[in-house]
């Protein structure tokens, strides 16, 4: 309540100043920023329970109306400021009830002596991909139109943009560009906060890091990057600090023959995670390399890319491992089903839309992963204990009818878990975009898309309780129409199943394996989406939308539900 | 083109570097999964060092075994005559003097005595067990000070008193019931007016000529140990223990200016049980509540004059019963019976 | 040394230009993702509304009564001051806009209020009033469409459907509401009635409160036009997720001047968490307005229905008929109405009350939705007014003598079932006093004597028939008049403009139908209402306003009677008020009003009060 209160005054005095500045400027200082969305939805549940399940509550409505508001200030040209509020009204709420007031980011930027360029407050930061990187690694195909609509909006929401964590510090970054031999050098360095210390145990923590790019020319360019999450000595009685260092170096070189594009990139470095003072605590170390050459047809961009990873069992990244997804959330709505009130799990319905399970921080511990999502490479590229190559064909038609993309990872542990074979994993990705319209030059968008991933994870063992085999499907198909002037028919199905079995490593605190835990699963879930959209732009639309989900457990079969669901959007964002 | 040749090589040199990383040589990360799922065999038999045991002369024996699997294993060692039991328990792979010693000690009462015995090895999830006889020659002396074990009756210069309730059971009773020895001390009646049932003051002048217990004066070092036995079905009783110390050293300890300890035990077991309280820990009580000592507060406890037991129980309550046995100072630690 | 090295590494790498790479927007828009693939995002300036604005209104009210002689559970705070509206009309309101674009939009509004109860901060209360609305438009060659999403957005379909009742603007206008604007002249709001026979009224006059999402096809082919509604009214707001949603729409044909259409409104929820017990109703009708030469013929038929899983009684008719005919044809315009609704139609969100189903919502909640409205059994309403289970005939007209203008209507109607024993009527002539002796929700069953129940702005009495069979039944339909007669002069007085307004609304309950009010002892209850106002415009920007009102309510043998006096209701209320309107500036403005009050019902020996009300209001709009 206090909160509120504050972000509302906040709010109000924002509005003020806003207001005056408006009124005393000439030229334009401050301007406005904003999204607006309403959000109505309306559920239900069927259980296929042993008995009626007359426990759940099957059917709800829910829904928000909200305003993001942003003041963006201009005092002068090398300064700006922007402050967001978000008004969210819960649907239902009738005069006042149900209204949220917060403040969704507030962060300053600009140029110190015309030489630095610095950033406080909320600030989008990205490094590689195995020093800070948001990888997506729970969507590996990207979805059709129906179901991006819902992912963009947890996008959104949580602030995901180009695989860049949302953090709160400051970020400064200066360069030098050369006559001769190098065309430009560039630093950055941010601290971010990831948490403040409780004043009794929970130290302070923070997350920095920087880098130095050098760029030669087009042909090459080479960076060094080191990120660094750690504990500040003397904000809690305690001494034993946490400190996860990572130091990465990036080569990438260029080179184009008459048509074609050759180029080799290679990223390697190492990390340290330890507790200074904790002697049951491990001193984790270990290193990564990452190589590729991609060959690239220029005129189409289609191209054809090749590597080799190794990422060795102890190598932690906080920046690049925290993962989206909390698997250990409540979904947030029919969190339980059943007579028995049995828990349910985060599902593909979930997954797609649900931003009640998705996570803005960057954290030490190694979050928990669903094997039916990504076995493979639960924490992206950044996954410790892989070895093995890659590739990817990306195909275009210069008109750009189709889109064609094949992406593979044969790879293997290094360090074997419970027994020294280790297992092997394989992904296939396959994805096809089909622009009909453009093939039958219609102003009308008629867009196909489909895709399929693959995942295999094995063990093979003389001994039954070493082997292990689970395998995984995902699929989507979907259809954009546009049945008159912005107006679009949209469809899809998403498709995931999977079937085998897995040990799922226990960790303690220090993310040591201490146990296993046998994981089998028969499931089957799938999401039919359909509707109507009316863009009024790319980014303002209207839509309705069906939804039918399906749980289906081959082991349990009372554990099977449906979710049936319409959505009502009406989303504003810029 | 050259610039690339010089590329390349700083290329080479980065991963030369990194893989010149050294990685931990643990074989594999977790428990081994032959521990956790594997089957359960015997790969040695169980086994013990020394089928017959002199604790007395501090002789011990070890027991020997090898599993499949790492497992949760139990070794039960019963006395044939006494029904006494010793029960060591362990998660390993093997049975060695590390994981599984006997020094004679007993886990439920009453103590070994010189008899036969059989020890029994049980694996968790695995039905069958092993077994294997010892016996025993002679029983773990227990070093330290005892204060009683009423194995010779009532020390003339202890100070019995006990009130004239119903039932009154107030003396040393001499069955199979003793957990040491053959006999106890039994405590029972009902007293409808006051909480006291009995009490036995042990001053230290009835172990010799000195007024004072002969014990250390490091209060971390002695501990009070004493075996006390719960009546299933009874009034719960407390049994208080007081130590008076006579810090001035005239002989005799005097309330209003020195200090008095104690520690309250609520009876709430069922059976024997062995209660040790250091001394360092215990406090002064007034009617049960914590409170300063009236001498020098400090704990001394070479100074310890007299030790006093009542025998106490709510009097609305009704029947109260419990049973007391060897109690002994011991120093460096509690007492491993 | 470290200069040192800086300076050789400069000439060792021949730097011919060193600098840093501004950007005026303060983001790095000179590398492209390609280039700089790392730190902050995003790499290009944020995209702006296209346009924003604040508007609104400061309304300070402060309002001081003192009862001397109070009603029993009022004795010990007979002096009562309190700064604000409990009408949920904050101090400051805020009105924010976005637009996205041409055709996109949206927008909310901020309040914000400070009690002055001497808590400082803490107590002060902000929010907002209707929530967050968006909009969005688009023209094709086939017609217009809008949407209206979000809410509260104030709309309105066919009066069985959607709408609140606009009435025959016959009140009293001396008392100010909360969302009264501040005129162009300080007479603006005097003259305005007396000249066009109306108020200025907000946006929400005539309509009702929606959540959820609207859309609207307008100019379509062929005439017609459309719109799909879905959401929640006031009436099932609340954040149970339980269903509990309302879905209306109409199909609109228009012909020049006239219309048909076809409107529906429908609710629909759970009173029980598995859904087994679904409860709402639903209402779908046709209306249309025709021309026949001069004269106007509109109405609206239909059925509805409640539906439970305690009461399911089939479908009901709603009929409504309006013939307007001109003064050529008539001497003075007249409107002839019509109308019958079964006992088995409601619909809360329409033009009539409901007096004949019990119904609750099990959804709804203080903390998302205005309370449940309280079913009104059969209510004395002004004309105009209409209820569900009444059948009547209401005529109206206006017409002009001279200077003075004129407003009469009278109104004959009956039950359709005996269903209630129950019947309210309102206090006017110091409705609003009375009103605010409750502070805050919307009490039932206060007073000395339980029969009171505020509403908003208001307060009605209930009275209870005794001539009932042995389970409570009455056994008599109850027939209802109303006459109503609305006066209005203008003239000077020294060169400045004077308005007289009187309001004469007589009303009477009884067995049988009469063609006007019936007063004698026959009526269960006659109600005789006089308002008369005065104002006048004594300087260029200050107005005096009076009022006199005065009320007589008297009920006969065949009602509850006093259990002291064995005599029936017999009420007497007078209200005198005097007070200025004084325009401060260019859109602010000061109003003070002053209240004698003084109500007894001699039967009722506890049934009276007598005070005092001051009432400041400073109103300035941005």
């Not at chain 3, 009435?167 to 009635?193: H, L």
Request: hydrophobic letters at 35%; glycine letters at 8%; a positive charge.
């Amino acid at each position: 309540m206090k909160t509120n209160i504050k972000h509302f005054i906040i709010l109000i005095s924002l509005m003020c100043i806003s207001s005056l500045l408006t009124r005393a400027q000439i030229t334009k200082k401050v301007e406005f920023i904003g999204g607006s969305r309403t959000f109505i939805t309306n559920n239900q549940l069927v259980v296929k329970d042993s008995l009626p399940d007359t426990t759940t509550v099957k059917r709800n409505t829910g829904g928000y109306s909200l305003i993001d508001l942003g003041v963006n200030i201009t005092p002068n040209k090398k300064t700006e400021i922007m402050g967001m509020f978000r008004i969210r009204n819960a649907y239902g709420g009738f005069w006042g009830a149900g209204v949220d007031f917060s403040v969704r980011q507030l962060w300053v930027k600009g140029i110190i002596g015309n030489v630095v360029r610095y950033q406080v407050g909320d600030i989008n930061l990205k490094q590689t991909p195995y020093t800070l990187y948001n990888h997506n690694e729970d969507h590996l195909l990207s979805n059709p139109d129906v179901f991006s609509l819902q992912t963009d909006i947890v996008d959104y929401e949580k602030f995901y943009i180009k695989n860049t964590w949302r953090q709160q510090g400051a970020s400064a970054d200066f360069g030098f560009t050369f006559a001769k031999y190098l065309k430009e050098i560039t630093f950055n360095g941010f601290m971010t906060r990831v948490n403040m210390t409780n004043f009794f145990d929970v130290p302070e923590r923070l997350f920095g890091g920087g880098n130095v790019q050098l760029i030669q020319s087009k042909y090459l360019r080479m960076s060094y990057h080191n990120t660094r999450l750690f504990d500040v000595a003397g904000t809690v009685a305690d001494s034993n600090m946490y400190s996860n260092s990572v130091h990465s170096g990036v080569i990438a070189l260029n080179k184009d023959f008459s048509r074609w594009n050759v180029k080799a990139e290679a990223e390697a470095g190492n990390s340290r995670a330890y507790f200074t003072r904790d002697s049951l605590a491990p001193d984790l170390r270990d290193y990564f390399v990452n190589t590729a050459l991609t060959l690239k047809e220029n005129n189409t961009r289609s191209f054809i890319k090749v590597g080799y990873m190794n990422v060795g069992p102890d190598f932690r990244s906080a920046g690049a491992q925290s993962k989206r997804i909390n698997f250990n959330a409540l979904p947030g709505y029919y969190d339980r089903y059943g007579n028995d009130q049995r828990v349910r799990g985060i599902s593909l319905l979930d997954v797609m839309r649900n931003e009640n399970i998705y996570n803005t921080s960057i954290t030490s511990n190694l979050m928990d992963f669903n094997p039916v999502f990504n076995n493979v490479l639960p924490y992206g590229t950044a996954t410790f204990n892989r070895k093995g190559f890659f590739g990817q064909l990306n195909l275009k038609n210069q008109k750009e009818w189709f889109l064609v993309n094949f992406e593979n990872y044969t790879l293997s542990e290094i360090r074997g878990q419970g027994t020294i074979i280790r297992k092997s994993f394989l992904l296939n990705k396959g994805e096809v975009t089909l622009n009909l319209h453009k093939m039958l030059r219609s102003d009308k968008r008629f867009i196909l898309t489909g895709g399929a991933v693959m995942q295999n994870t094995q063990r093979k063992s003389e001994l039954d309780f070493e082997k292990v085999n689970l395998s995984s499907m995902n699929f989507n198909a979907g259809i954009t129409y546009e049945l008159f002037k912005q107006f679009d028919l949209l469809g899809g199905a998403i498709w995931l199943n999977a079937k085998g079995n897995d040990y799922r490593a226990d960790r303690n605190v220090y993310s040591e394996v201490v146990d296993f835990t046998e994981f089998n699963t028969d499931s089957k879930q799938s999401v039919y989406s359909g509707g109507l959209r009316f863009r009024f732009t790319e980014k303002i639309y209207l839509g309705g939308f069906y939804q039918h989900f399906q749980y289906k457990d081959g082991i349990n079969l009372f554990n099977n539900y449906n979710i049936n669901q319409v959505l009502i959007i009406y989303n504003m964002t810029f | 083109m050259k610039n690339l040749q010089g590329i390349s090589i700083w290329i080479f040199m980065l991963l030369l570097a990194v893989s010149g990383c050294k990685r931990s040589d643990t074989p594999f990360d977790g428990p081994d999964l032959q521990d956790l799922n594997g089957t359960f065999s015997m790969l040695e038999p169980f086994e013990v060092s020394k089928s017959s045991l002199g604790f007395g002369s501090g002789e011990t024996a070890y027991f020997k075994a090898r599993f499949s699997k790492l497992s949760d294993w139990t070794v039960t060692i019963t006395g044939n005559t006494s029904g006494a039991k010793k029960i060591i328990t362990g998660k390993s792979r093997v049975l060695d003097a590390t994981t599984a010693t006997w020094n004679g000690s007993t886990t439920e009462f009453p103590m070994f005595e010189p008899e036969a015995c059989t020890a029994v090895l049980t694996v968790e999830g695995v039905t069958d067990s092993f077994s294997l006889p010892l016996s025993i020659e002679s029983v773990k002396a227990n070093p330290g000070f005892l204060v009683a074990d009423f194995e010779s009756g009532v020390n003339p210069k202890w100070v019995i008193f006990k009130q004239s309730g119903a039932n009154m059971n107030f003396k040393i009773v001499t069955d199979n019931v003793a957990p040491q020895g053959n006999s106890y001390f039994n405590m029972a009646g009902t007293v409808d007016w006051d909480w006291l049932i009995g009490l036995i003051d042990f001053p230290a002048t009835a172990y010799g000529t000195s007024t004072n217990f002969p014990l250390s004066s490091n209060p971390d070092n002695e501990y009070f140990n004493v075996l006390l036995y719960g009546v299933p079905g009874t009034n719960q009783t407390l049994v208080l223990f007081s130590f008076k110390e006579d810090e001035n050293q005239n002989g005799t300890f005097e309330a209003s200016t020195e200090d008095e300890y104690n520690v309250q035990i609520p009876v709430t077991w069922e059976g024997w049980k062995l209660v040790s309280v250091k001394y360092a820990d215990l406090t002064y009580l007034v009617n049960g509540a914590p409170g300063t000592p009236k001498g020098n507060k400090l704990k001394n406890p070479e100074k310890l004059t007299k030790i006093s037991m009542l025998h106490l129980a709510d009097k609305t309550l009704g029947f109260a019963s419990s049973k007391m046995d060897y109690l002994i100072f011991t120093n460096g630690g509690p007492l491993e019976p | 040394m470290n200069k040192k090295l800086l300076i050789l590494l400069c000439l060792l790498l021949n730097i011919g230009l060193i600098r840093a790479q501004y950007v005026p927007e303060n983001t790095d828009t000179t590398h492209t993702e390609q280039e700089n693939p790392y730190n902050v995002f995003p790499k290009s300036p944020l995209p702006k509304l296209k346009n924003f604005s604040v508007s609104g209104y400061y309304r300070f009210l402060g309002n001081v009564r003192n009862l001397k002689d109070p009603y029993p559970e009022l004795q010990n705070n007979p002096l009562s001051i309190f700064i604000g509206d409990d009408s949920q009309i904050p101090q400051l309101m805020l009105n924010l806009a976005g637009k996205a674009n041409d055709k996109t939009s949206f927008y909310t509004d901020l309040f914000m209020w400070a009690p002055m109860m001497g808590g400082g901060t803490v107590e002060n209360v902000k929010g907002l009033n209707l929530g967050v609305s968006m909009t969005g438009t688009h023209s094709t060659r086939i017609g217009n469409f809008k949407v209206l999403a979000g809410g509260i957005n104030w709309y309105s379909l066919s009066p069985f459907t959607f709408y609140t009742n606009k009435g025959y603007n016959r009140f009293s206008i001396f008392e100010r509401n909360p969302w009264d604007p501040n005129t162009k002249g300080v007479d603006s709001r005097y003259a305005d009635f007396y000249n066009t026979g109306a108020l200025n009224q907000d946006k929400r006059w005539g309509q009702q409160a929606f959540q959820g999402i609207i859309l609207e096809g307008n100019d379509l082919p062929k005439g017609f036009s459309a719109v799909f509604m879905y959401g929640k009214t006031q009436l099932n707001g609340g954040f149970q997720p339980l269903p509990n949603s309302s879905t209306g729409g109409r199909i609109k044909k228009t012909f020049k001047d006239n219309f048909i259409s076809l409107n529906s409104f429908n609710n629909l929820t759970t009173s029980d968490s598995i859904e087994n017990k679904p409860l709402g109703f639903n209402i779908h009708t046709m209306e249309f307005e025709f021309r026949v030469k001069k004269i106007k013929i509109s109405g609206e038929a239909g059925a509805g229905r409640f539906f439970s899983e305690s009461y399911d009684k089939g479908w009901g008719e709603s009929v409504s008929l309006k013939v307007l005919t001109p003064k050529e044809y008539t001497g003075i315009p007249i409107e002839l109405h019509a109308y019958q609704i079964s006992p088995k139609v409601i619909n809360n969100s329409s033009v009539f009350w409901n007096s004949a189903i019990r119904e609750g919502n099990p959804t709804a909640g203080p903390d998302g939705s205005q309370l449940l409205l309280v079913p009104f059994a059969s209510s004395m309403v002004p004309v105009g007014q209409l209820t569900n289970n009444r059948r009547g005939i209401e005529l109206n007209s206006e017409f002009n003598v001279g200077k003075l203008k004129f407003s009469v209507g009278n109104s004959i109607s009956e039950e359709i079932e005996n269903i209630s024993s129950q019947v309210t009527y309102s206090h006017p002539a110091n409705n609003l006093t009375l009103s605010r002796f409750w502070r805050w929700g919307f009490p039932g069953n206060v007073g000395p004597y339980g029969n009171l129940t505020k509403v908003y702005r208001g307060v009605f009495e209930t009275l209870t028939l005794t001539d009932v069979d042995a389970q409570g039944k009455p056994l008599n339909k109850k027939r209802f008049n109303t006459m109503e007669l609305n006066a209005k002069y203008n003239n000077k007085i020294f060169k400045r403009d004077f308005y007289v307004y009187y309001l004469l609304t007589m009303a009477s309950l009884q067995k049988k139908l009469s063609p006007i009010m019936v007063f004698t002892e026959k009526a269960y209850l006659r109600t005789y209402y006089h308002q008369m106002e005065f104002y006048y415009r004594i300087f260029p920007n200050i107005m005096w306003t009076n009022y006199v009102g005065y009320e007589r309510i008297i009920a006969n043998y065949d009602t509850k009677t006093d259990v002291v006096s064995r005599r029936p209701k017999n009420q007497t209320g007078l209200g005198l008020a005097t007070g200025i309107d004084l325009r401060m500036s260019k859109n602010a403005g000061l109003y003070l009003r002053q209240r004698w009050f003084n109500y007894k019902d001699t039967s009722f020996a506890l049934d009276h009060y007598k005070g005092t009300e001051t009432t400041v209001e400073i109103k300035i709009f941005f």
